[in-house]
């Protein structure tokens, strides 16, 4: 099988995929607002009370980017396990395509849509006077730290949704979502917290790219040594999850 073949496979997936948007346009507005709105309110509700070095908006703002990529994980189960329970996963699996093109047309669309709204996020931490101070090239390589977390997140969230094949467990999952977002450094340094609740969070992947991304944007609660870690671990869970997840899909129906 040609590479061209393959690619072309994956892109009429994708495009299968962004054909949604255009019939569901408010879902896609929600997952762009929502995000927004959790900002807003930590902004200068929730965070009135909150002290670290420097404006708590510029400490808040890369916290709430990496968190934005860890949550949504609910929207790839949901359109997974429904394109299972209709058997449209069914029948692409019965035509002459590329083993996985579904999965990779669903990754690549959600890698577009998570683009979108980090972008909408940055404009909107721009808005509310959050600066980026490191420079071009490291506020680039923040942005790709937050958009590699993401793509780990997402292989999670398809190798659950293969596994559970319901809608209705989704919201199960969504429940262990909120808490593994919120235990990390998004949005209070783990130096105000108990000692063996600091280290749990210090632990929690989500708080090595919160914490590398602000370095890079040369904002409050950065720390050197910790870009690697950003890399490292959601490659550690790209080599776990993506693997698992192809081999499930290569089980369905047998």
Known sequence: MSVAYVVSDCWTMTRRELAHWARQPVQVLVGLVFPVMMLLMFGYL?????????????????????????????????????????????????????D???????????????????LVMVGVGYAIGWRASGGAGSTLGALGLLLLLRFA??????FLALVAGRAELVQAVQILVWPVGFLSNAFASPDSMPGWLGTVVEWNPMSATATAVRELFGNPGGEPGHVMAA?????????????????????LGK
């Open 46 to 98: 929730v965070g009135g009370g909150r002290t670290v070095d420097g404006d708590y908006v510029d400490y808040l703002v890369p916290g709430m980017l990496t968190l934005t990529m860890v949550f949504g994980l609910e929207g790839t189960m949901t359109a997974v396990t429904q394109d299972l329970n209709k058997g449209v996963i069914d029948r692409f699996r019965a035509m002459p395509m590329t």
């Open 100 to 118: 996985g093109a579904v999965l990779v047309g669903r990754a690549a669309a959600d890698m577009l849509q998570s683009a979108a709204g980090l």
């Open 231 to 251: 890399v490292v671990w959601p490659l550690v869970l790209l080599a776990v999850f993506f693997p698992l997840a192809v081999r499930r899909f290569g089980r």
């Open 153 to 158: 997140m997402l292989w999670i969230g398809i």
